[in-house]
Structure formats: C-alpha cells, structure tokens
C-alpha cells in the first residue's frame, strides 16, 4: 500500500508540473512598432487591450514592419529571459496583417514639417496595396522616425502623377551604430482615385536622391 501512495504521489506532482508548465495560447490584435535602437529590442506588438510582447519566434513566410496592423495568436515565453524591456517575449503561431501603416499628408505650407535625413535603401516594391521598402542609418543614441508622405502640389488635377517622399528624422543622432528596417505603407486610395502609378522619392547617404516610376496593378 505504501509502495502504491508514494507511486500515486510521484504521479500526482509530475502531473501537476506538465499542467504548470501548459503554454496557454492567446488571440489578439495590436499595431506592431519597431524598437530598433531601443536597448537590445526590436519588433514588439502593443496590444489593443494595452499588453506589449515581443515576438521572439513567428512564422518564416510573416515579415513584421512599423505601424503595422496584426490579429496574432500567441504564447507567452514566461522562462525566457532577454534584455529588452519591452512586453513579454513570446512565440508567435500565426499572424495575419490587418492593414499596412497609413502614409502622411504634406501640403505646400507644410511640406518641411517631416526632417529629410539621408537613408540607405535597399530596395522599395509594391505588395498587393501596400508600399514596402527595406532600408539603413546609422545612429543607435536618439530615436529614429521613418514616415511616407504624400506630396500635395499646390494645383492638382486628375492626371497629377501622385509623388511620395521617405522622410527620416534622425533627431541629430551622431552615433554610428547601423540599424536596417523594413516598412509597409498603405496605398490602396491611390487605386480609388483611379491612379495608375506613382513617383517615390529619397534622400540617400552621399548626396544622391533616389527616384523612381511605380506602376499600380
């Protein structure tokens, strides 16, 4: 009998420690940000219930981007330790994008509202309705912005060829870390319009300026 309750014991505490250590799977929405240049961080996704984690594993064929609108499914990594600060790492099992960043909206009397600091590119395509582009800087002691924005002419008709501009803040950072990023924009109310293609525009390191025709499907 007493061989039988310690074996019925041992059963008992391994069995409570597989329940202990169930991963619990979650299904959220957030906006994904980018943290690069935050201490050791990188992507993290704030939650609209008001949670942040960070994805330390998730689906090869997924690329997260900044301003990013995602429905996640998740487990947290409660025994995995990192230096980041930011959110609960995490693993994400599936992840679907909601909606690309929105682009912003630059007029005549604001058109220098939006810091222009030279960028690497890497390269810049259309994806479906969204604008993606990869691209580097160096800094790694001031936050960076990376914006799209939408250059309004003063007059404008229907066959205005839209024209768009990467504008990068780097706030004065003279640091020499090099930090490469990718972005998504969305630019599905250019087919509402009824336009058929678009100029994109860049300040890149050394004086150059990259300019190019991209054709809407």
């Not at 250590?21 to 943290?35: C, N, W």
């Not at 336009?195 to 499907?217: H, M, R, S, W």
Request: contains cysteine.
């Amino acid at each position: 009998m007493k061989q039988l309750v310690a074996i019925l014991s041992v059963f008992l505490i391994v069995f409570t420690s597989c329940q202990d250590d169930e991963l619990i799977s979650f299904d959220a929405k957030g906006t994904v940000m980018d943290y690069a240049g935050t201490g050791d961080c990188g992507f993290i996704i704030e939650l609209d219930n008001g949670n942040k984690v960070q994805p330390l594993y998730y689906p090869d064929d997924f690329t997260f981007s900044q301003g990013q609108r995602v429905l996640i499914t998740y487990t947290e990594l409660n025994n995995v330790y990192i230096s980041c600060d930011q959110g609960v790492p995490c693993e994400v099992t599936y992840a679907e994008e909601l909606s690309c960043s929105p682009y912003v909206d630059l007029f005549f009397d604001n058109y220098d509202s939006l810091a222009s600091d030279p960028v690497h590119l890497h390269e810049a395509y259309m994806d479906g309705d969204c604008l993606y582009f990869k691209l580097s800087y160096s800094g790694g002691c001031q936050d960076h912005t990376i914006d799209l924005a939408r250059m309004h002419p003063t007059t404008a008709s229907s066959s205005t060829v839209p024209a768009f501009e990467i504008r990068h803040n780097a706030n004065g950072d003279l640091c020499e870390a090099w930090f490469t990023r990718e972005f998504r924009f969305d630019l599905s109310d250019l087919k509402a319009e009824g336009k058929t293609e678009f100029v994109l525009t860049a300040k890149l390191i050394g004086d150059e300026v990259y300019n190019k025709i991209f054709q809407l499907d």
